[in-house]
């Protein structure tokens, strides 16, 4: 049965692109999760990493925070989503724009300033989810295994580990951004001692401990709420949602199911009270001519079928 809804078509430098085509049929919503295979290792190292990142805001118990620090906290959080939304998401797992080299390192040691690893790992398992959401291989489905498997639980086992590794592609020919591959925290450990530097022990327990447990836990919302609740205006072979919640935090990295039909689109928010903060500041970099080429996807009021493809 055909379902009438608003479709979208993506521009760039004046050419269309389609949007992913619907292979597989969608899973269930609410299908049982299927069980963790005892094959699969704890992974000890992001167990403990986690856990005492956890931890470190606590320690303002002991020292006590003042309005700055939190003030500080609350900047790094939006700039640090920025650069995960814009950086890890939009540049090195889809390419939605061009740049020079200089500010592509630039998003890359922004990116990696959260925490969240590699650019070039993160988007490599970025790209590995896209092509497997919501099914059997999904590195984080909250239909295969569950929503705290999906939101968390995934990164605690070691089975992320090998769809991670970058084997090919464009970004691998630049040597600054495979050093930073190798040496993944160089950027969170040296904001974390400019923190410390700038505002004492506070400083690393608020400034830079408790903004990067919530840039860490709103990313992840992406992949469990994003993924259950919500609307979907598009039909797409994944159970991917529209949230406007995620949206907020994410700076439009929410509106997940515009992103999951036009994947390679910089703009997430297609119609115009979907506010997505993202694009609004890559426009900006764009007249400044510090971003090009930029795709960009725009929601138009005539009906079609939803396997129509367009």
Known sequence: MERRMEHATEHATGRALEPVPVPVPVPAAGSAPVPVPATERRYWRNIIYFGVLHLLPFGALVTGVRARELIAATALYWIRIWFVTAGYHCYFSHRTFQTSRAFQLI?????QASG???????????????????????????????????????????????PSEPRSGPFLRYPELVWLDRHPYVPPVALALLSVLLFGAPGLFIVYGLSTVLVYHATFTVNSLAHRFGTRPYETPDQSR?????????????????????????????????????????????????????????????????????
Do not use: C
């Not at 998003?107 to 990116?111: S, Y």
């Not at 009270?273 to 993202?278: R, S």
């Open 107 to 111: 998003l890359a040691v922004g990116a």
């Open 116 to 162: 969240q690893g590699s650019a070039l790992r993160w988007a490599t398992a970025h790209r590995h989810h896209h092509a497997n959401s919501d099914h059997a291989d999904d590195l984080h489905s909250p239909h295969a295994r569950g929503l705290w498997y999906a939101h968390m639980g995934w990164l605690l086992r070691t089975r992320y580990l090998a």
């Open 242 to 310: 529209n949230n406007w919640f995620v949206a907020i935090i994410m700076l439009g990295g929410g509106w997940h199911n515009n992103h999951h039909r036009f994947p390679r689109s910089a703009r997430q928010g297609l119609r115009w009270w979907e506010i997505d903060v993202t694009y609004y500041v890559l426009l900006l970099l764009e007249r400044l001519r510090i971003v090009r080429a930029l795709r960009t996807a725009r929601a138009q009021g005539s009906a079609r079928a939803a396997n129509a493809g367009t």
